[in-house]
């Protein structure tokens, strides 16, 4: 799993991020588990790097968790990147919306 601060220095703490499930179909489920509370922008960005969508959560220390709808969102490969001020990386995890072959229910 990818995650924030190997060797940041205002914290010294990890962040962890999943992304679930994969593939996704109309939501998908962001888990962040926090050492601290802060606020943070998610972005979810095309295979390319372009955003898609964004926008700013807020988050406690231990377990959030945050739904990103994908219904209005074209089938494909995609990033989810989170940002805050305590820590200088961003956290990236690869979602894949998949397409609807079979048993497609609206």
Not at 45 to 67: C, H, P, R, W
Not at 87 to 95: D, E, P, S, Y
Request: net charge negative; proline share 4%.
């Amino acid at each position: 799993d990818a995650a924030w601060g190997k060797g940041d220095e205002k914290s010294g703490k990890d962040v962890e991020l999943n992304v679930y499930p994969n593939p996704a179909r109309n939501t998908v489920t962001v888990l962040l588990d926090a050492p601290d509370v802060n606020e943070a922008t998610l972005t979810l960005m095309d295979d390319l790097g372009q955003e898609v969508k964004s926008f700013e959560i807020a988050y406690l220390k231990g377990q959030n968790k945050t739904e990103i709808d994908l219904t209005e969102i074209p089938s494909g490969l995609y990033l989810v990147a989170l940002k805050s001020q305590n820590h200088n990386q961003i956290i990236k995890k690869l979602i894949n919306k998949s397409y609807c072959w079979y048993n497609c229910r609206q």
